[in-house]
């Protein structure tokens, strides 16, 4: 199993530009998250997922856009690129909610300039 | 409001010392209690913890939870080197969906 996977790794965007974070997992999760995670700061939560076709906005949505077509996929869209969304964007995956542990990918660093 | 508080926000230790990491929390719903480690990369899965009283353990790391007092600790005995990184705490509440997180405590193990 290959577990949560992320890309690209690395990505610099100029202001106004948009973009796709993929996330694919093949754990058969049903919960699926995307974080973003500021130096020295904690985890914020921009949307998650509780299975295919259902997504729901956590705290930082603005800017942001997501779908869930699959089990397996969870793509994270950049609209119009600001500053102030550089930042690590992780993608997160679990059974379910509750007594679950989530698994996290590698991260995204995205440069906005 | 859910939250979740950890203590102390960094740690500086010698290595060979045993450290004790703070999680407290206040949420609705209470279901279960995890830990991750995190160095310069994503968050790694160490513990969860669903009962109080029981310790969970796993070479020279072990945690507990009181449900009664609202806080769980996490030990870390005869630190190494590697043991230095961000540890995180969450906590699932509420409707069961999100994972509530601390910010975090910062452990520096110096040699």
């Known amino acids: 199993n290959a577990g949560v996977t992320q890309t690209p790794k690395f990505r610099i965007l100029k202001i106004g530009q948009s973009m796709t974070l993929q996330c694919t997992q093949d754990?058969?999760?049903?919960?699926m998250y995307w974080y973003r995670q500021d130096p020295g700061m904690g985890l914020k939560l921009i949307y998650y997922?509780?299975?295919?076709?259902?997504?729901d906005k956590g705290e930082v949505p603005n800017g942001y856009n997501v779908s869930r077509s699959t089990t397996e996929d969870f793509p994270l869209r950049l609209e119009l690129a600001a500053p102030s969304q550089t930042s690590v964007y992780f993608c997160?995956?679990?059974?379910?909610?509750?007594?679950?542990?989530?698994?996290f990918g590698p991260g995204t660093r995205l440069t906005v300039l | 409001e859910d939250k979740v508080v950890q203590s102390p926000l960094s740690l500086v230790v010698h290595e060979g010392d045993t450290v004790t990491l703070n999680c407290s929390y206040e949420v609705t719903n209470f279901r279960s209690l995890l830990w991750y480690k995190q160095e310069k990369k994503a968050p790694t899965f160490l513990f969860m913890l669903?009962?109080s009283g029981i310790e969970k353990k796993s070479g020279r790391l072990s945690s507990i939870l009181d449900k009664k007092e609202l806080f769980s600790i996490l030990n870390i005995t005869a630190t190494q080197t590697g043991d230095s990184a961000v540890y995180l705490c969450a906590v699932w509440a509420g409707n069961n969906r999100k994972l509530i997180w601390g910010l975090g405590t910062s452990l520096a193990v110096n040699p």
């Open positions: 997922s509780v299975g295919a076709g259902i997504t």
């Open positions: 754990m058969n999760h049903n919960y």
């Open positions: 669903t009962s």
């Open positions: 997160a995956s679990s059974y379910r909610g509750g007594g679950q542990a989530q698994y």
